[in-house]
């Protein structure tokens, strides 16, 4: 099962691609992760990104089409996976198309976590993050069991300088106009669905679920 998904920043699609994950036995690709496991490491990959990422500007698609497209091919993803933040432009998602096209395969779902942008901004603020294992919490509504510390690893949560108030703006404005065209993208493609996002974590699942199947 390959499955994309969509959706404005902070909206909860890696919350939810990491329930897919454990759910279907198949591996979580978050591209923002790869990014972040980039800069904390010091690769020159993580140095280019590192200058778009903090203005809340896309990473250059050719900075981040050959990552997925090696990464899709490894033999981990033999039964599926579930991408997460990528494709974020109609050329990033063009370019999947024709590698899977090029080995006989296709992207099966991709699912839509709709947030409207009221509720983004305060989601991200609210929105912690280890800086040991990736993991992500929320104050509010996904806390830790001892505030600021990871429950996975032990380590301190921080707040990601991307998920500031005036960055997160500027992210919403960039997701609306050059990500937002995948909804059409996909949808004329016959595989797009679209969940409610603003539900209770396990309520989104469980939708994504009935759209997936057991
Ligand atoms: P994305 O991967 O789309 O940027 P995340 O999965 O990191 O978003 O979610 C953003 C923040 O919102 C996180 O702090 C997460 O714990 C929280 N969150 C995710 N889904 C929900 C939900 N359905 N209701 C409330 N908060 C949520
Ligand atoms: P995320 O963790 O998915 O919110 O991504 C954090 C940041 O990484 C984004 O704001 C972008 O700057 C960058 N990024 C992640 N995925 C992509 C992508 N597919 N294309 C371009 N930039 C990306």
Known sequence: MKIIMLGAPGAGKGTQAKKIAAKYNIPHISTGDIFRANIKNGTELGNKAKTYMDQGLLVPDELVVDLVVDRVRQEDCVNGYVLDGFPRTIPQAEALDKALAAIGEKIDHAIDVNVP?????HRMSGRRAC????????????PTKEEGICDACGKELILRDDDKPETVKKRLGVYHEQTQPLIDYYTNAGILKTVDGTIDINDVFQAIVDILGE
């Open 131 to 142: 800086v040991g294992c990736g993991a992500t919490y929320h104050l509010e509504y996904a």
């Open 117 to 121: 942008d009221e509720n983004i901004v």
